[in-house]
């Protein structure tokens, strides 16, 4: 019979999965069991909307075999079975294509973790067996089809016999080598340890032929061996175990043979609740990024069960859009059974627990960022661009929720801090909290605009994540102290002799300004004598709600919007390139228009912000050397 090839793509990746992914072998049998609890599963799920379906839980079950004269090892479930197709598509194709260009893209950083999220479950059998075979018979059908592969270089499928619904896996368990022993896989009691280790919780029976050796009836010293049928998990869900009784271990292995992740969870939260709704949860907030969080195809939701029994695999009501990187499952008494979709949206029990949820989600963060900090520090680095959106998103209606949860850079400590810690240190006489946004912590330190506010011994934070100044525009103040960009008008530290200084410097060079700024032609709102600056000769700011760093990011969108932040060129009065300013306006009105465009250039280029015309510019500073 003709091999048919794995797709390329699928190649390359088993090959690298077999190599690399798993550091520990033994989890094979956890991925094909948690294959055959889902099978089961989905029958499961059927009979709950089919009522030609009948289910008979004594009916269900994985049965783990090993045979050592043979040396293979099989897992058989009574699932859901796969039909030809189904065997080809789920298990000759591990990614789509597009998958493969994305794990590329992202080798370098952490290819280990992309890898966990295309499931690709099945094919740790590879790590212990030399030919895996896998016969099924789907539901409602007669006939099933035999997969057989011997690893990378592709399959075949043929009809073959089998007498009830469901699938065996068979795999052949490798030679032992030097270094590695494979007859491990063949030991029963080996395998119950295994499978005690990471399915004790899987909710239908796994069943094993255990041998033991007993007393002959009617014997004294001579034994016989018997083999018995036993049942080798406890199947007592863990969200329904007493907290004392269960290790971080425990919630670890929990999340992996759930797959919520490839990661460990950097925290757990178990819940039992018995108010006003009664409810088991399990959540977890996981320690990396999923590769595909920030994007449309990232589905946010838990697992929902009713009563013991899964009824949802991505419940989305039951998580706030900002908490969409949390995991794990809801267990409920009080839902019924048969709700559909679109009824348990408007279910009172689903809103209360979703209510619930969120604010213990919310303490447990908090609690991390009071006690743990590293461990929080590490979960704002992955999600923390999540909490922001949530400020930011529906009008700010959930800032006073998250306003706790942000950190940012601080200028003085030279670390993230909470708003709370700001504020907390405020000299008495600061007014505002201020802020200085670019597009890294470096650049923002030279940042001329910071020069005033930091002498004053106040300090900064650093928004370098361009969501940082929409997110707190929409906050405004925090324990009643207003933010302030140190780029922005009014300080709020200008003593009234700096002011006026200001205004009569203003109203002295009114000429001086007004020309500069038609040499700018509509480019600048205004040119201005700086209240901020020191050693600095320009900056630039910005008047209205607008600021640069917004119009950046605005900008940069994909159908970036065409918008202008109101700027204003502020000159330093007191820099010596200001007299060079004056006498060319008194002298030479081209020279005056050369130093103006360098200037505003300058300016650009330090806030970030491309010249417009950048052969012009460095013309301009030839016409200066010479
Ligand atoms: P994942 O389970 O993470 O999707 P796998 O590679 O482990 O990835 O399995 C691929 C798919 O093959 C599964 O999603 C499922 O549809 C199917 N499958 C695997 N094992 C079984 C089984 N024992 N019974 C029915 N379907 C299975």
Redesign the pocket.
């Known amino acids: 019979m003709a091999k048919k090839q794995f797709q390329a793509e699928s190649k390359r990746l088993l090959e690298m999965m077999i190599n690399s992914i798993y550091t520990q072998r033994e989890i094979f049998l956890r991925?094909l069991i948690?294959?055959?609890s889902?099978?089961i599963d989905k029958i499961y799920y059927k009979a709950l909307t089919d009522e030609s379906l009948t289910f008979n839980k004594e009916d269900y079950f994985i049965k783990i075999t090993a045979d050592k004269t043979n040396r293979t090892l099989t897992i058989s479930?009574t699932?859901?079975?796969?039909t030809q197709e189904?065997l080809e598509n789920?298990?000759g194709v591990i990614a789509k294509s597009g998958s493969l260009a994305f794990k590329k893209e992202n080798e370098a950083k952490d290819g280990h973790n992309i890898i966990g999220q295309f499931?690709?479950?099945?094919?740790s059998a590879f790590m212990v067996a030399d030919t895996v075979t896998v016969i099924?018979r789907p539901l409602g059908s007669d006939t099933a089809f035999k997969w057989e592969s011997e690893g990378a270089d592709g399959y075949t499928i043929e009809p073959t016999g089998k007498d009830s619904v469901g699938?065996d896996?068979i795999l052949k368990i490798k030679e032992n080598t030097e270094e590695d022993n494979y007859d491990e896989y063949l030991e029963e009691y080996r395998l119950k340890s295994i499978i005690k280790k990471y399915s004790d919780f899987i909710r239908y029976p796994i069943k094993m032929d255990i041998t033991s050796s007993k007393l002959k009836e009617g014997s004294e010293n001579e034994y016989e061996e018997t083999t018995e049928e036993q049942t080798v998990n406890s199947m007592v869900p863990i969200w329904r175990k007493n907290k004392s009784e269960l290790k971080d271990e425990d919630y670890e292995n929990f999340y992996q043979e759930k797959?919520y992740g490839f990661d460990k969870p950097l925290k757990h939260i178990h819940i039992s609740a018995d108010g006003a709704v009664v409810y088991n949860a399990i959540l977890f907030i996981p320690e990396n990024t999923p590769f595909d969080y920030y994007t449309k195809e990232y589905e946010k939701g838990l697992e929902l069960y009713s009563n013991g029994v899964l009824i949802m695999n991505k419940c989305g009501d039951l998580l706030p859009d900002y908490f969409s990187f949390v995991k794990g499952m809801v267990d409920s008494e009080d839902l019924s059974l048969n709700i559909s979709r679109e009824l348990l949206q408007h279910d009172r029990q689903l809103s209360l627990i979703a209510k619930n949820i969120k604010n213990k989600i919310k303490s447990a963060l908090q609690s991390l960022l009071k006690d743990e900090r590293e461990k929080y520090e590490k979960f704002y680095g992955a999600f923390g661009r999540q909490i922001k959106f949530g400020v930011y998103n529906d009008y700010g209606m959930n800032k006073d929720t998250l306003q706790d949860l942000l950190l940012f850079h601080s200028s003085k400590e030279k670390k993230l801090v909470s708003l709370d810690e700001y504020v907390s240190r405020m000299p008495e006489e600061q007014k505002y909290i201020y802020y200085a946004s670019g597009e890294s912590i470096e650049r923002i330190e030279k940042l001329p605009q910071t020069e005033l506010v930091a002498d004053k011994g106040y300090e900064i934070l650093y928004f370098t994540d361009d969501i940082d100044e929409f997110a707190i525009k929409m906050l405004i103040s925090y324990k009643d102290k207003e933010f302030k960009s140190v780029s922005s008008g009014d300080l709020g530290i200008d003593t009234e002799e700096q002011d006026k200084a200001a205004e009569n410097a203003d109203t002295e060079n009114k000429d001086l300004f007004e020309a500069m700024k038609d040499v700018l032609g509509g480019k600048v709102k205004s040119v201005k004598a700086s209240k901020r600056l020191k050693s600095h000769p320009v900056c630039l700011s910005s008047e209205g709600d607008l600021t640069i760093e917004m119009e950046k990011t605005l900008r940069a969108m994909p159908n970036g919007a065409d918008v202008q932040a109101d700027k204003v060129l502020e000159i330093n009065v007191n820099h010596d390139v200001f007299q060079s300013l004056k006498n060319a306006q008194e002298q030479d009105k081209e020279k005056l228009a050369l130093y103006t465009n360098l200037l505003y250039n300058q300016a650009l280029l330090i806030e970030g912000l491309p010249v417009g015309d950048p052969v012009e510019f460095t013309n301009d500073i030839c016409k200066i050397m010479v």
Do not use: K, P, Q
Request: proline letters at 0%.
């Open positions: 991925e948690s294959n055959s889902d099978a479930d699932g859901i079975g796969m189904e789920n298990l499931g690709v479950g099945f094919y099924s699938t896996i797959r």
